[in-house]
């Protein structure tokens, strides 16, 4: 099969290192998911994550053609998936009726108010 960068293929963990999991993609071509392309949030323990043996989505950072062995990314296909889960796009926030410009309308009022405290 033909690889290229940016390609999200599936592979089979092939084993788990404190720094990360290495993937076989087909007979000849392996990678790595290093330990911050797990997950987006923080990982302490790789196994938590992925088990040998377990069938992964991995999107193609990198890779060395000469070598046959590709940077993985579980964590760039799991935030994809996220985004195309989200069937309604976010609501739109209201028009602000307020803003810097009434905090400076008031401005000259509050100044007149805070000197007159001073007198007191």
């Not at 987006?40 to 790789?46: A, F, I, L």
């Not at 053609?65 to 760039?76: G, R």
């Amino acid at each position: 099969m033909h690889y290229l960068v940016g390609n999200i293929v599936e592979g089979v963990i092939t084993g788990i290192q404190p720094y990360g999991a290495f993937v076989s993609l087909d007979n000849d071509h392996t990678g790595l998911i290093h330990i911050s392309e797990i997950s987006s949030g923080y990982v302490k323990d790789v196994n938590k994550f992925v088990k040998l043996h377990e069938r992964v989505r991995v999107k193609i950072l990198d890779m060395d053609e000469e070598q046959n062995h590709f940077k993985l990314s579980l964590k760039a296909v799991k935030a994809r998936n996220v985004r195309k889960a989200r069937k309604h796009p976010s609501p739109r926030l209201p028009d602000m009726i307020i803003g810097f410009r009434s905090i400076a309308d008031k401005m000259d009022d509050w100044l007149k108010e805070a000197g007159r405290k001073e007198e007191i």
